[in-house]
């Protein structure tokens, strides 16, 4: 069964339960009629059925199934009691219009029944008086039509019972709903017991004082201290034991009747008149003190939640009054007033501010009433312990019901700190003069233009902030260029997309077109501004004019170009001329060994005897075609290194052949000359793996400097022998005792066309490239060749060769 199911039946099973609380009242109350008397003397059963309604709000439908169950209970009950049928009929016709439309009056536009405010209670009020009148028009016509009686008694008579039965329980129905608060004390028992107690005395048997009024103040006393639901509870009671014993004969009322000889209707009124006053002056107590209680706790919580947010403000928050003395302050207030809260309230505020001139806060105080205090004012507060503090306030009236002002509110924000750091940021952005920053809105309209932009742009500050669109500053075609590039939209988004898409600076070269129309080449760094939130609220574009600085690269770009094409041109030209000066080497070779050949042939009387004359003559074609070939050889062999194709041949070889080959060639060519000539060659064979060719060139042009650079009377030697300490390794060492070469030229001795300036001065001939040629050939052998000389102290060469072989013999030229 399903829990709305189960509350339906549990409903159900109430309803009737209620319905036969509805029978069962209903025929005491005909029963307890007082004699004579057409319409009962209280009728509860119509307050049952609305308080059960009430309590249990069912909703329209079950509400008028339980409304026609009214209906058939109450009229059972009056003909059960002894009325007649159609009487019996009418009446529960009566009861069940009158329990509908109190009913439907409680809970108009499916309100929930509540009695929780004085309008709550008229609302009550209204519903009871209309269902007094549909009752009281029923029964007085049933009464007067059907049994003859009296219309406007029997009207009268009904609505009165009905109305006060109504009144005392229908707020019970109500206060069912209500939770109970706390549990009884001693107090509510003692209420009960003078509220019920007081109530049975005054209408007790023997009692005929007229002491109606007597419980009222018992009443009065739950109401104010006991809440609803007692007070409900305690009418409830105070009904049915009034009604009883006034029925039973006891009490004023019933007194009044028998003494007064009024009539039983008359007496019912009376009971039921006291009823109703009693609920009403109770219900409105009670519904009052409820009301102020729970203002009274939501005042009080308001009041604390203010204070807790005056105190934790960082404004500094000033109530001041009429008179300008200070009615409350917060803690931020206090604070920069440099002492306590309670201190300061109360005293005048033109005492207390820390302000320069006291006298115009009080002429400002003086305006509280007359409302001319500005809005808005700024301060400078000299603030203990954190000297002059700029604060901005804004003020506000606070004005009493009738509209007149009654106090200032001043609430001030310390702005030292911002202004300070504000003026640092201006002071920084106007010291650059030569860079332009510039400030823009997501959107791209300028915020910020700084001197720098003044000077780089042409245009002033007032001409564009606020007004243009960046990207109109910019070169149109190159921010197209750059939308293409992005391949999005032209406009000022290209300037912007890639910080836009997170980055956090973007740097660029642009054009920058100025007011005047000329163009500038800017270097612009982009980033994004962003408030505390990391939210993107605008950019700063940094732009330095660096059209100079490109300019002068691009002409730097220029003249490096031009240098290497230069480079180039001589590199080609060089190639050529070596290229010539090797090909006429080779064209000069093949002639000149045929003159030397030829003059050979002359030399050894090929020709016939020669005279001593011709003899020398043909000696000295021979030495120097000899020279003019060892020239070419050179020249051909620097081609070759130049050119990078040395192309030694390796062979096994004795360097001392080699060694006496070239002593030989040198000696004769050189034999004119005074010189002492040593020549110390291992006896035992020098092994190597080289060129021999090669190899006796290098020795030719050792032997033949050391020749040239030596004075006649001067001596030249050779030695080959194994290393002294590297078996490995062979020496050759060439030494004389000629000019030698001052230290600083002992580098560049070998390299190619190097003569010193001696060798110039004194006409000695040579090309300079023979010791570049002995060193190319010493590497190209895996050796090394090394010099020892001084000025007039002679100079010595000497050569290191491996005895094996480098992996490869073939060097690029050096
Ligand atoms: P060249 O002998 O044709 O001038 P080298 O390359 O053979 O060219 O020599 C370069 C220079 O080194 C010479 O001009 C000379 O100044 C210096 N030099 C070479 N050998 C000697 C030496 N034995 N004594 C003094 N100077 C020398």
Redesign the pocket.
């Known amino acids: 069964m399903s829990r709305v199911t189960r509350q339906r039946l549990r409903w159900s099973v109430w309803a009737l339960i209620a319905l036969v609380g509805v029978f069962v009242l209903g025929l005491m109350s005909v029963h307890f009629a007082l004699p004579g008397s057409t319409v009962a003397l209280w009728w509860p059963a119509a307050g049952l059925a609305v308080c059960f309604l009430l309590a249990t709000d069912p909703g329209p439908r079950r509400s008028a199934l339980f409304v026609l169950g009214v209906l058939v209970s109450s009229g059972a009950a009056n003909l059960v009691g002894g009325r007649p049928a159609l009487v019996s009929v009418l009446y529960g016709f009566a009861n069940a219009a009158e329990v509908a439309v109190v009913h439907g009056l409680m809970t108009t536009r499916a309100r929930r029944p509540r009695l929780g405010s004085m309008d709550d209670l008229w609302r009550l009020l209204a519903a009871t008086l209309a269902g007094a009148v549909v009752i009281g028009v029923l029964a007085g016509l049933t009464a007067s039509v059907v049994l003859g009686g009296d219309f406007l008694d029997s009207a009268s008579a009904a609505a009165s019972s009905h109305g006060a039965a109504v009144l005392v329980m229908a707020p019970l129905g109500i206060a069912a709903g209500l939770r109970r608060v706390r549990r009884p004390r001693l107090e509510d028992i003692a209420q009960w017991v003078v509220v019920v107690g007081v109530t049975a005395w005054v209408f007790h048997q023997d009692q005929s004082l007229p002491l109606a009024f007597l419980p009222i103040p018992g009443l009065v006393w739950g109401a104010l201290r006991l809440g609803l639901r007692t007070v409900a509870m305690q009418l409830l009671v105070v009904g049915i034991v009034a009604v009883t014993l006034t029925s039973l004969g006891g009490g004023p009322f019933a007194a009044a009747g028998r003494l007064g000889g009024i009539r039983p209707e008359t007496v019912g009124s009376l009971t039921q008149a006291f009823l109703a006053t009693a609920a009403v002056t109770t219900l409105s107590l009670a519904v009052a003190t409820t009301q102020r209680r729970t203002a009274l706790a939501d005042l009080r919580s308001e009041v604390e939640l203010s204070g807790v947010v005056l105190d934790t403000a960082a404004s500094a928050i000033i109530v001041v009054d009429l008179a300008g003395v200070i009615a409350r302050l917060n803690t931020t207030a206090a604070r920069l007033l440099g002492a306590p809260e309670e201190e300061l309230v109360g005293r005048l505020a033109a005492e207390v501010f820390p302000v320069a001139n006291p006298e115009e806060v009080t002429a400002r105080m003086a305006g509280i009433a007359g409302g001319t205090v500005p809005l808005h004012q700024e301060q400078d507060w000299l603030v203990e312990g954190l000297g002059v503090r700029h604060i901005v306030w804004t003020n506000a009236y606070l004005t009493d019901d009738d509209g007149n002002r009654t106090h200032l509110v001043k609430t001030g924000a310390d702005v030292t700190d911002e202004r300070a750091a504000r003026t640092f940021v201006e002071a920084v952005l106007e010291a650059a003069t030569a860079t332009a920053i510039i400030g823009t809105d997501l959107d791209g309209v300028i915020t910020l233009f700084n001197r720098g932009a003044e000077t780089v742009l042409g245009w002033r500050a007032s001409e564009v902030v606020g007004v243009r669109d960046w990207s109109l500053l910019h070169d149109p075609a190159e921010v197209d260029r750059r939308a293409a590039e992005l391949e999005i939209e032209p406009g000022f988004d290209v300037l912007v997309h890639r910080v836009r898409g997170g980055a956090a600076t973007e740097t660029r070269d642009w054009t920058y077109v100025r007011k005047d129309g000329s163009r500038r080449t800017v270097s612009l760094t982009m980033s994004g501004i962003r408030d505390e939130g990391g939210m993107l609220t605008g950019y700063l574009g940094v732009a330095e004019d660096v059209t100079r600085r490109r300019q002068a690269e691009i002409a730097l770009q220029v003249a490096l170009d031009r240098e290497r094409q230069a480079v180039e041109e001589l590199t080609a030209l060089d190639r050529t001329k070596s290229d010539f000066v090797s090909a006429v080497s080779h064209e000069l070779r093949t002639p000149l060994a045929s003159v030397l050949g030829y003059s050979e042939m002359l030399e050894d009387g090929a020709a016939g005897p020669l005279t001593e004359r011709q003899l020398e003559l043909v000696s000295r074609v021979d030495r120097n075609g000899r020279r003019l070939l060892s020239l070419i050889e050179d020249l051909l062999l620097n081609s070759r290194i130049e050119a990078g194709r040395l192309e030694l041949e390796p062979r096994r070889c004795d360097l001392s052949d080699v060694v006496a080959s070239a002593w030989t060639s040198v000696a004769t060519v050189t034999s004119q000359r005074d010189l002492v000539r040593d020549v110390d060659v291992s006896p035992r064979p020098l092994w190597v793996e080289g060129d021999p060719a090669a190899l006796e060139r290098m020795v030719t042009?050792l032997l033949s400097?050391?020749v040239?650079?030596?004075p006649d009377g001067g001596r030249v030697s050779l030695v080959a022998r194994p290393h002294d300490r590297d078996p490995g390794t062979v020496c050759l060492t060439v030494s004389?005792s000629?000019?030698?070469?001052p230290p600083a030229?002992h580098e560049r001795?070998?390299a190619r066309f190097?003569?010193?300036s001696?060798?110039n001065e004194r006409a000695?001939?040579?090309?300079?490239?023979?010791?570049?040629i002995?060193r190319a050939i010493a590497e190209g052998h895996g050796g090394s060749v090394s010099l020892e000389?001084a000025p007039d102290a002679?100079?010595t060469?000497t050569v290191t060769l491996p005895v094996g072989l480098p992996t490869t013999l073939s060097r690029q030229a050096p």
């Open positions: 042009n400097n050391a040239k650079f030596t004389d000629g000019m030698g070469i030229d001795v070998f190097f003569r010193s001696a060798a000695i001939q040579g090309s300079g490239l023979g010791l570049s002995v000389s002679g100079s060469f």
